[in-house]
C-alpha cells in the first residue's frame, strides 16, 4: 500500500502497482460474485468484472426492464443470469447493487441466503450505517466489505473503456474470514477503480450524502439557477444567460480544472476575471457554509436517509421523481440548454 501525501496529509492508496490485476484475478479465482442488481451501478462493475476476467453471475427479478437489459449485455439467463435469492445463494461474494431502498426491501429474503464465509459487498454505506432505519445487520460470520466508486455507475464502464478507471473508496466493516480486506481490494481493482483510498463505513455515506446534495448536484444545480435569473431578469437573452452559466463551465472551464486545479484556471483567465472571482469567492463561500453545515447534520441525524427511504420506497416513487425532473428539464433554462447542445458542431449535420 503506498503513502501518498494529500496537501500534507499522508494517505494510503492502493493501485494496480500494488494489486496488478492478475493478482486480482488469482485472489478471486475461487469466487463466484453475484452482482445483484442491474440499475446503474450493477451494469458498469458486472461488465468491468467479466471482462476483467472475474467469474460473475448476475441477479435481477425476472421481467424487468433490467433483465432485459442483462441479457442484452450477454449475461445468459440460469447460467450467468438469475432471479435475486438465487443468485445471491450461488455467489461467494454477494454485491448489493439494489437502490438504497430496494435494499431494505430485499433483506429479509436475500439474508437467508448468505452463507458462511460469504463477503456481502456494498458500494455505499447507508445500509449499515442506518441499520435503524433499514434493519439491515448482517449475521456475524460473514464478510460485510464496501467499494464505492467515486462517480456513476455509467461512468464506471465507459472509464474502464477507455482505459481511465475511476477512483473509489473501500471499507471494511466485519471480516470473518481473515480475507476481507484482500477480497475488498482484489474486487475494488476488479472492478475498474483507478485507485483506491481508505474509508469507513460512515465516512462514506456522510461524505456522499454531503457531497450529492452539494457540490455534485444540488448546489451546482441551484446556483446554475439563481445566476441563470439573475441575468434573465436583468434582461439578456436565454442564450446569453445559459452561455455564460453553463455551456462555458461544462465545454471549457471545468475540464481545465480537471486536468490542472482551480488555481491554475484562475491563474490563466483574464486579470479582469481573475480580481472579481479572487474577491467573490469567499462571498460565496460565507454564504454557502451555513447551509452546507446544515445539510451535513442533517445527514448525520439521519434525516436525509429518513426521507430517502420514505419518499423512495413508495409504489409510484419512480413517477414522482419523474414528475419533478421533467418540471426541470421543461424549464426555460434547461430548455435553452437543450437547444443550446444542439448547436455544437459535433450536433449539427
Ligand atoms: N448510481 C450510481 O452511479 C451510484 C454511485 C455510487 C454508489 N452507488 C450505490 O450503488 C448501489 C446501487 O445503486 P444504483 O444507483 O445502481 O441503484 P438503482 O439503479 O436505483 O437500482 C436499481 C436496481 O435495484 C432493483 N430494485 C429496486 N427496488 C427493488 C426491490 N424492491 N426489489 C428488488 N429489486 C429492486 C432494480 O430492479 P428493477 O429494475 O427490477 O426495479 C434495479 O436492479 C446503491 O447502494 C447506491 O447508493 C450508486
Same mark, same amino acid.
Given at each position: 500500500m503506498a503513502k501518498i501525501d494529500f496537501g500534507g496529509v499522508l494517505e494510503e492508496v492502493i493501485t494496480t502497482e500494488e494489486i496488478t490485476l492478475?493478482?486480482?484475478? !488469482? =485472489?478471486l479465482?475461487? !469466487?463466484?460474485?453475484a452482482v445483484l442488481g442491474y440499475g446503474v451501478q450493477g451494469p458498469g462493475q458486472a461488465l468491468n468484472l467479466r471482462d476483467n476476467g472475474i467469474n460473475v453471475i448476475v441477479g435481477q427479478r425476472k421481467g424487468t426492464a433490467s433483465w432485459d437489459r442483462a441479457v442484452a449485455d450477454g449475461f445468459v439467463p440460469d447460467k450467468t443470469l438469475f432471479p435475486l435469492e438465487e443468485a445471491a445463494e450461488k455467489g461467494t461474494v454477494v454485491q448489493f447493487l439494489l437502490s438504497d431502498a430496494g435494499q431494505v426491501a430485499l433483506w429479509p429474503t436475500l439474508k437467508k441466503f448468505l452463507n458462511e464465509g460469504d463477503a456481502l459487498y456494498f458500494s455505499h454505506g447507508f445500509s449499515i450505517v442506518y441499520k435503524d432505519q433499514t434493519g439491515i445487520i448482517p449475521p456475524k460470520n460473514i464478510d460485510v466489505i464496501l467499494v464505492a466508486p467515486k462517480g456513476s455507475g455509467r461512468t464506471v464502464r465507459t472509464n474502464f473503456l477507455d482505459g481511465s478507471g475511476i477512483n473509489s473508496s473501500f471499507a471494511i466493516f466485519q471480516d470473518y474470514t481473515g480475507r476481507a480486506k484482500e477480497r475488498t481490494l482484489a474486487l475494488g481493482i476488479a472492478i475498474g477503480s483507478g485507485y483506491l483510498f481508505r474509508t469507513t463505513f460512515e465516512n462514506e455515506v456522510y461524505s456522499d450524502l454531503t457531497g450529492e446534495r452539494g457540490v455534485l448536484l444540488g448546489c451546482l444545480s441551484g446556483v446554475m439557477e439563481a445566476q441563470y435569473t439573475t441575468l434573465r431578469k *436583468?434582461?439578456? $437573452?436565454? $442564450?446569453?444567460?445559459? *452561455? !455564460?452559466?453553463?455551456?462555458e463551465l461544462t465545454q471549457s472551464l471545468i475540464r481545465l480544472v480537471a486536468e490542472s486545479g482551480m488555481d491554475w484556471m484562475f491563474g490563466n483567465c483574464s486579470t479582469t476575471a481573475q480580481r472579481g472571482a479572487l474577491d467573490w469567492a469567499p462571498r460565496f463561500r460565507d454564504a454557502v457554509l451555513p447551509l452546507f453545515d446544515q =445539510?451535513? !447534520? $442533517?445527514?448525520l441525524s439521519g434525516k436525509e436517509t429518513k426521507r430517502v427511504l420514505e419518499a423512495n420506497s413508495a409504489p409510484d416513487y419512480r413517477e414522482k421523481l419523474q414528475k419533478e425532473?421533467? /418540471?426541470?428539464?421543461? $424549464?426555460?433554462?434547461?430548455?435553452?440548454? /437543450?437547444a443550446v447542445r444542439a448547436l455544437r458542431p459535433e450536433n449539427r449535420k
Open positions: 492478475e493478482k486480482a484475478r !488469482e =485472489l479465482k475461487n !469466487e463466484i460474485v *436583468n434582461g439578456h $437573452s436565454p $442564450s446569453e444567460a445559459f *452561455n !455564460e452559466t453553463v455551456e =445539510l451535513y !447534520e $442533517s445527514v425532473l421533467d /418540471e426541470m428539464k421543461n $424549464s426555460e433554462m434547461w430548455k435553452t440548454g /437543450e
